[in-house]
Structure formats: structure tokens, C-alpha cells
């Protein structure tokens, strides 16, 4: 969908039928409550807080609508006593799918790790752990997240040679051509939305919903609201 055909839906959907009631909204302010809404509504399908309870992948509609945002990148990091620690993760990197590994010991090189996400406050139980601990014999382990990077344990059994990181990358904000955005006092440029038309369309909803919610519009806030959900 085009940014001029966003602006429009918007306008339409917020001011009263025949009237311009609120068409002093300006520009950056609509970007803002747009980009807030395809944040939220994104996080909602990952996580799988839609009225369905699916999370990212589980109907194709959902892998359908977020397949585009799938990234993978490799992770440069080294290996440090009992786990290998990864470099920054990517600065777009927005939610977590998974970690490939590739691992060598003594002789035998280029062995596919199973990882596992764990949490950091529990890696020293299960670093001991027969069943759940590192092993390259098993071809498993876990990994942890600490301050931006990831620890993926060894226990000093083997070597990790690679990483590859699967994850969601965070939708580009949406920005208007010639649009004075009063806090950093800068010029956009068009960029226009990453979803389908249809997923726009209940963006837009939402996005209302918090302009009027903000402008005390109780009925324009409750009519996008009802739409927005029953929509997801």
C-alpha cells in the first residue's frame, strides 16, 4: 500500500463521515501511532497473543504474513572456557527463531549441533546436566542470552567452528516524503509499509485507535479498537 492511499484510510477512519474534524493530525504524528501499532501487532503474532493463541508459524496464514521478516546471519564470537561467546547480535535482529551450529573435537569437524534456547539464570544447573548438558556425542546443547550476545555452552567437550542465527527482523518504520518530524528536527523520505495490503489495513485500525484514544475520541477509539481485534 502506498503511503498517499495510508494517509487517506487513516483520515477517513478518524474524522466523522463528511466532516475534517481531525485533519489537523499532523504527518509525523500518524507515522508515530502507525509504527507504534505495527510494532504491537507484530509482537502479537510472534508471541501468539492473537485470539487464536497461534504463534509465528503455526497456520500458514501467520507464516504467510511474517516469512518476509526471516533473517539469517552468521555470528563471529570465540570460544571462551566452557561456552563460545557470539559478537553483538545484528542491530535489527527483534525476536528470537533459532541457532545452527557447527562444532569439531579431536579429529572430526563440521558435527551439527542441536541448540536449544535456556535461561541465563539456570546454565550453571544445566551445564552438569547428563540429560540436558553440552555433548558432542548427541550432537546437543543450549545457549543463553546475556547483554546483547549469545553464550552457547560447550563444557569445554568440543569446539564451536559456527554460528548461524535465525530471527525476526523488526519491520521498517514507515515514513512520509517532506515530513518535519519536531523531535529530531529532520526530513523524511518515503518508506512505505512491509505488509500486505490486508495486514495494513488492521494496522491502520489499531493506529487510529491510538490517535483517538489520545484526542479523547471515544467513538472513533472504540469502532478501530473492535476492528482491530476481531480482525486478528
Known amino acids: 500500500m502506498t503511503n498517499s492511499l495510508l494517509r487517506i484510510k487513516f483520515q477517513q477512519r478518524l474524522n466523522k463521515l463528511a466532516t475534517f474534524d481531525y485533519d489537523n493530525i499532523e504527518c509525523w504524528q500518524i507515522a508515530e ?81 542441536k541448540v536449544y534456547l535456556a535461561e541465563e539464570a539456570n546454565s550453571d544447573v544445566l551445564i552438569s546436566d547428563p540429560f540436558k548438558g553440552p555433548s558432542f556425542d548427541w550432537g546437543e546443547t543450549y545457549a ?28 521498517l518504520d514507515v515514513t512520509f516524503n517532506n515530513c518535519i518530524n519536531p523531535t529530531t528536527n529532520s526530513v523524511s523520505i518515503d518508506q512505505e509499509c512491509e505488509f500486505k495490503d490486508d495486514v495494513v489495513e488492521l494496522i491502520i485500525d489499531e493506529a487510529v485507535a491510538i490517535i483517538a484514544g489520545d484526542i479523547e475520541s471515544f467513538n472513533q477509539y472504540q469502532r478501530s479498537q473492535m476492528n482491530a481485534q476481531k480482525s486478528n
Open 33 to 113: 501511532a502507525f509504527n507504534k501499532a505495527q510494532r504491537e501487532w507484530f509482537r502479537r503474532q510472534v508471541h501468539g497473543l492473537n485470539s487464536k493463541k497461534e504463534g509465528s508459524e503455526q497456520s500458514i496464514a501467520l507464516i504467510d504474513d511474517l516469512q518476509k521478516f526471516i533473517t539469517v546471519d552468521a555470528l563471529n564470537g570465540e570460544n571462551v572456557q566452557t561456552y563460545f561467546k557470539t559478537d553483538t547480535i545484528p542491530t535489527d535482529y527483534s525476536y528470537f527463531i533459532k541457532i545452527s551450529v557447527l562444532a569439531k573435537k579431536n579429529d572430526c569437524s563440521g558435527r551439527s549441533i
Open 144 to 171: 543463553t542470552m546475556d547483554t546483547n550476545r549469545f553464550k552457547i555452552y560447550t563444557n569445554g567437550d568440543f569446539a564451536v567452528e559456527s554460528v548461524t542465527l535465525s530471527y525476526y527482523r523488526k519491520p
